[in-house]
């Protein structure tokens, strides 16, 4: 049922959007005043996260070596995946999240008669992943279009590459057909995949429900219901807003506040869920450190002070057996006393 | 404990109802509370080996006490409840992995088959990112805002006796191998919460003996056998007399010894029980090949560190012999056996944590003259550096053919692939002393399969979960054992070869372990030696 409250909750904040924004005065509200304070709490949130995990010191170096590390000249030394220099780190954690290379990694595994425990490339989890990371940057940078003024020529080259296959009019994006697609295929897996539904919680299908509705009403907006609009008014709001002096012209239609609204809700949710893994994967220490622990000491700033039990503690305990055995002591045995 | 037959476990694996192999459960996992029974769990750690841990200086073993798994009341102290938290707390606040790995997880499922319990007991539970789960929720209930306001809902609940004795359960069904965190796209490390929650159980005085009484024994007598120093002694003799009486060479051997340029450590359980003793035998035999200036040190006669196993407190405690023994007898350097979880304390905590060594030289070895640059600030090296290092400029002699009786494989401990990076050292020397295939490629190398009882989990009571969790890594020799006739599982772990050993008795008969150094040790050409036909190596009986 955990996904089903997903779905009521995001039901419940079109409702909110749609019918509110119909009422008198406040089209501010939704237009202006909640996208102020939800990019308040989304900078704010990620930057309080960040900084709480900063301050958090990374005692040990832990590594995860996915290949050979540097030692001999002779043994050749896997540069990407046992990185021995900050060079080699950048090009590990560049390719991890732009390329999600664990991910590209995965195997399924399955247990048969025998037993015969068998392992086959499962990459459908890397490419929905691919999927719908790219959709959604691509659609995030298109939107920047709203917001500057007159629009840089790179964004008109991007949208110009994502609407290559010219279908429809206006011109279908690549992105939104994959932003939707990949929600739905990260949804289904999650209901689908045994294992994974098993440990799905609500904070896992809620943001995809989320991100579907606003790609979705996004998309009605540009496709189906160009008429409800007015895109020179939405400009000039987006407009104002980043510039600090926004202005709600003549009426948007409520798809526009539903939308807008929607996002509201996701960059206020952000900062309080798994989605800061966004941040948080730039600061894994299994990914981001040198594999170099051996060459060059790591400093741990708690580093408790600890003794061993002393040498001199254990000579004393055993030191007769020591002697008795021929091993070297640094106390001789007391001389015995003569037998009175 | 029982074990069940191979036809009976063979069968439950594949078709008991499992997550793994389809059942899907009905039930909420935090509605299923644990049943602990004879046989799912390792024994609780002895009162008195609790309280000696707690009498030394720098350690914390509070609340020791004779209790039992099973009871209902596990005579926890009063306060317990604020004494996790506050330890949760306290280690947010030490180690930012474990704010990263609880905040980062967005439950892909990346991890779930990766996990040899998992695939050997089915159990949803050891799915890694369950076991991870079982602390994440305590950490979302009170260290969270969204946990906070949405208590259940957001996979947050309340810390109680039950949710402790699902830790106690699922810690110790975890041997810190990893494997999960290459897999995981935020590179989310399991080990690390493991290690988190069996520090958090100590806080409580709930352990199992099979960690602590070793480590306990390390720290009074220098090892996890609890050899005292004569006893080691002999033991080490007894091997050099076999060296003699198999090739003629006795093996020039000091101990504690002042002004040797090499101090050697290895595992002591190389020095006690079989295959291990080969292995000994091995280095014993290799280091007399070389006329390495080296002693061994009885004060610091363990390699192994079950405090790795325990808390970070005792981890560095026991470590620290390493370096005080290496400054009191004025040695350059150290070279260190073969072991896992050894070199993973060697690799990634020694430095920082009795460190800097600088009564120490950087490794140089006296015999080719390489530096060891890799090793410039520990100033220790392994075995199988060393070995590679030597046979690649020509030092040792070989004749292969005194390995003709051993098709072998390779088996990559946990902690060397993935918290070293030693992959190809031991390769190389395979290549040069036996002839030996690799197992499939998704069980080798960083993607190598844990013997299924590290982490101090090597003991009798539970072992139908062991012979479970080193199903994969069982079921990848089988293959090669069909496939290649392969006779001889090597590694270079002391854990393996003990473990290794009775999960090949149990599913691969006929496949024997060995340490890497045993087989160069066969190979080896000795000066001045009068050798018999070794029809099995350094294991012919004479």
Redesign the interface.
Same mark, same amino acid.
């Given at each position: 049922m955990k996904y089903a409250f997903s779905f009521l909750a995001v039901i419940a904040l079109v409702l909110i959007a749609g019918l509110g924004s119909q009422i008198p005065g406040m089209p501010y509200l939704f237009g202006v005043a909640l996208p102020y304070l939800a990019i308040m709490i989304f900078l704010g949130g990620c930057v309080y996260r960040v900084v709480q995990w900063g301050k958090s010191p990374v005692p040990f170096p832990i590594q995860t070596t996915c290949g050979q590390g540097k030692s001999l000249d002779f043994i050749k030394h896997n540069k990407l995946e046992a990185p021995n220099t900050t060079a080699e780190v950048v090009a590990r954690m560049f390719l991890e999240v732009v390329t999600f290379r664990s991910l590209f990694r995965n195997t399924k595994s399955e247990i048969h008669d025998g037993p015969q425990v068998t392992y086959e490339s499962s990459k459908w989890l890397w490419i929905f992943a691919l999927i719908f990371h790219y959709s959604f940057l691509v659609i995030v940078v298109r939107h920047m279009r709203l917001f500057l003024d007159p629009v840089p020529v790179w964004i008109s080259w991007l949208e110009l590459g994502d609407g290559l296959f010219q279908v429809g009019a206006p011109t279908w994006y690549m992105t939104d057909i994959g932003l939707l697609a990949g929600c739905a295929l990260l949804f289904s897996r999650r209901l689908i995949t045994r294992h994974v539904r098993f440990i799905s919680l609500m904070n896992d299908y809620f943001p995809l429900v989320l991100i579907f509705a606003i790609a979705l009403t996004g998309i009605l907006m540009r496709y189906f219901l160009r008429t409800d609009i007015d895109i020179v008014n939405i400009k000039q709001l987006a407009v104002g807003l980043v510039t600090f002096s926004p202005t709600i012209g003549a009426e948007i239609g409520a798809i526009f506040y539903i939308h807008l609204f929607l996002v509201c809700a996701l960059l206020a949710y952000f900062p309080f869920s798994k989605l800061m893994h966004f941040a948080g994967v730039f600061m894994s220490p299994t990914r981001n450190m040198k594999n170099d622990s051996r060459a060059k000491r790591h400093i741990n700033p708690w580093n408790p002070r600890i003794i061993p039990h002393s040498y001199a503690g254990y000579e004393d305990e055993f030191r007769e057996f020591m002697v008795d055995a021929g091993i070297p002591v640094e106390k001789e045995l007391a001389p015995k006393k003569d037998e009175e | 404990m029982s074990v069940p037959k191979l036809e009976q476990l063979?069968k439950s694996?594949?078709q008991g109802p499992s @997550?793994?192999?389809?059942a899907?459960?009905t039930t909420d996992?935090m509605d299923v509370p644990v049943v602990f029974k004879p046989g799912n769990y390792a024994y609780p750690a002895k009162s008195e080996k609790v309280a000696y841990l707690d009498s030394?200086?720098?350690?914390h073993f509070p609340n020791s006490r004779e209790w039992s798994p099973e009871d209902e009341d596990w005579k926890l102290p009063e306060d317990w409840k604020e004494i996790i938290l506050k330890g949760l707390k306290e280690r947010?606040?030490?180690?930012?992995?474990?704010?990263?790995?609880m905040?980062?997880?967005?439950?892909?499922?990346?991890c779930?088959?990766?996990c040899h319990f998992f695939?050997g007991t089915g159990d949803?539970k050891n799915?890694p990112?369950?076991r991870a %789960?079982l602390l994440r929720s305590v950490y979302r209930n009170d260290f969270? @805002?969204?946990g906070k306001i949405l208590g259940k809902?957001?996979?947050a609940r309340e810390m109680t006796a039950s949710v402790l004795k699902e830790w106690f359960m699922y810690s110790y069904q975890c041997t810190e191998c990893?494997r999960c965190?290459?897999?995981?796209?935020?590179?989310?490390?399991t080990a690390?919460v493991t290690m988190m929650l069996r520090e958090l159980l100590h806080l409580v005085g709930v352990g199992i003996n099979w960690i602590l009484e070793p480590a306990s024994n390390s720290?009074?007598?220098?090892n996890h056998m609890g050899l005292?120093?004569?006893t080691f002694?002999?033991n080490v003799e007894f091997l050099v007399d076999d060296v003699e009486a198999l090739t003629g060479v006795k093996p020039n051997i000091s101990? *504690?010894?002042?002004g040797a340029e090499v101090l050697f450590i290895t595992p002591s359980a190389d020095v006690f029980a079989e295959p291990g003793l080969y292995t000994a035998m091995g280095y014993l035999t290799l280091f007399e090949a070389i006329g390495l200036d080296y002693t061994w040190s009885?004060?610091a006669s363990e390699g192994g560190n079950f405090g790795l196993f325990t808390n *970070? %407190?005792t981890m560095?405690? @026991?470590n620290?012999?390493m370096y005080? %023994?290496a400054k009191?007898l004025g040695v350059k350097y150290i070279i260190g056996g073969e072991c896992g979880h050894m070199w993973r304390v060697?690799?990634?905590?020694m430095?920082?944590?009795n460190?800097?060594a600088d009564f120490l030289e950087k490794p140089v070895s006296s015999i080719t003259g390489?530096v060891?640059? *890799?090793?410039?600030?520990?100033k220790?090296v392994h075995i199988s %550096?060393f070995t590679?290092?030597l046979i690649?400029h020509g030092k040792l002699k070989f004749d292969k053919s005194r390995n003709s009786h051993v098709k072998a494989t390779y088996h990559d401990s946990c902690n060397t692939?993935?918290?070293?990076?030693? @992959?190809?050292?031991p390769r190389?020397i395979l290549d040069h002393v036996v002839d030996w295939v690799e197992m499939?490629e *998704?069980?080798i190398?960083?993607q190598t399969f844990c013997c299924g009882s590290g982490t101090g989990l090597n003991t009798d009571e539970i072992m139908e979960l062991r012979m479970r969790s080193g199903?994969?890594r069982a079921?990848?020799v089988k293959y090669v054992q069909e496939k290649h006739d392969v006779n001889m599982l090597s590694c270079v772990c002391a854990i393996d070869r003990a473990t290794l050993t009775s999960l090949m008795n149990y599913w691969n008969p006929g496949v024997d372990v060995c340490g890497v150094t045993e087989l160069v040790a066969n190979a080896l050409v000795l000066e001045g030696e009068n050798r018999g036909d070794l029809t099995e190596g350094l294991r012919t009986m004479l």
């Open positions: - | 063979s694996v594949v @997550l793994a192999t389809g899907i459960p996992w030394q200086s720098g350690l947010l606040e030490k180690f930012r992995s474990l704010k990263i790995f905040d980062c997880c967005v439950r892909c499922g990346a779930a088959d990766k695939l949803p799915m990112v369950m %789960e969270t @805002l969204a809902m957001a996979g990893r965190s290459v897999f995981c796209p935020y590179g989310i490390d690390e720290n009074r007598t220098g005292q120093p004569h002694k002999d101990f *504690n010894r002042k009885t004060y *970070n %407190e560095k405690k @026991l620290a012999k005080a %023994e009191r060697i690799h990634q905590y430095d920082t944590m460190g800097p390489t060891f640059e *890799n090793a410039a600030s520990t220790m %550096e590679a290092d690649k692939a993935r918290a070293m990076g030693l @992959l190809d050292e190389y499939p *998704n069980t190398r960083e199903l994969p079921n990848a």
